[in-house]
């Protein structure tokens, strides 16, 4: 069972269960935090919260693949995992030490194999954004990637209930120049996207086993796909969570990023006009643009 939130014909945002993959139901919920909201309230599930709900309406006469979909949940904050993966371990280390993948004792190393994982605040509400929306390139970066990722869908009391498709999109030219750079290497506007759904998680039966699939197309033309499968995280996700939560307070609706198992070639940037498709098949496949974000005048203080 996924939940999403497509636009209806007269523009406004409907959420709607999806059965079986192709079973379209409307929901009597805004957003998917009021399910969250009454699954607390009535001490239940969100699956018993949207079974109960679909029992009491009719199907619609449209396929998925018709709808128009949004970002399935509003989510207030969007926080991620770092080199939770071996591979992004590697990419780090080629990234700050001019090319060399295999340094010693380097921070990355460090963190790779620490108790405490590397977490960070990725996006706002306002900066994240849904299937087909663009997502933007920064102006002082010649080298960006998407970082496709497996979403934990939280509520307040840091219980998993969903999962998603993220893309947490990264200038690795700022990273590798000092890792203290980290907040503008991962966070600008349109730089976060999840989607295109939310498959609860009741009805996932081994999240350590999803493959992940990102192909980026160029003209038209495939540049880069590859897969991997979350069995390679080094982590587990309540060690992830536990850690978000320590001193910390998030909110219904709250989504975690789980690091990233996909690096493109070294040699690889993304260009204004790609397409960058992340496929979970038990989730759907996120898509989106890629854009130049337009430059604005900096604000001056008087």
């Not at 706002?124 to 002082?140: A, F, H, W």
């Not at 998680?201 to 495939?222: F, H, P, Q, S, W």
């Amino acid at each position: 069972m996924k939940v999403i939130k497509f636009k209806k014909n007269d523009g406004t945002p409907q959420l709607a269960a999806v059965k079986n993959e192709t079973v379209v139901y409307p929901l009597p919920h805004k957003d998917f935090l009021e399910v969250i909201q009454k699954s607390e309230e009535q001490e239940v599930s969100c699956l018993a919260v949207v079974e109960e709900a679909i029992d009491q309406v009719e199907a619609l006469p449209v396929a998925v693949e018709e709808l128009s979909l949004l970002l399935p949940l509003d989510a207030q904050e969007v926080w991620a995992s770092g080199v939770t993966y071996l591979k992004s371990k590697n990419a780090r280390n080629y990234e700050a030490y001019d090319g060399k993948e295999i340094v010693e004792d380097s921070y990355y190393d460090k963190v790779y194999d620490a108790d405490r994982p590397e977490i960070f605040l990725k996006s706002t509400s306002k900066r994240t954004i849904g299937p087909e929306q663009p997502v933007y390139l920064r102006n002082d970066s010649h080298w960006q990637i998407p970082e496709p990722e497996l979403g934990l869908v939280l509520n307040k009391s840091g219980k998993v209930v969903g999962y998603t498709v993220g893309n947490d999109m990264s200038s690795r030219d700022i990273e590798g120049e000092n890792p203290l750079y980290l907040p503008q290497a991962k966070i600008w506007k349109h730089s976060c996207s999840f989607g295109p759904a939310i498959r609860l998680a009741e009805t996932v039966e081994d999240a350590y086993n999803l493959m992940i699939t990102c192909k980026i197309t160029r003209n038209g033309t495939k540049v880069f796909e590859d897969r991997a499968s979350t069995s390679q995280l080094k982590r587990r996700y309540d060690e992830l969570v536990e850690y978000l939560m320590r001193d910390n307070v998030i909110f219904d609706g709250t989504v975690l990023f789980t690091g990233t198992c996909i690096v493109p070639d070294n040699e690889f940037t993304l260009q204004e006009g790609d397409l960058i498709e992340i496929t979970i098949p038990e989730v759907g496949t996120l898509s989106n643009p890629v854009e130049r974000l337009e430059i604005t005048k900096p604000v001056t203080l008087s």
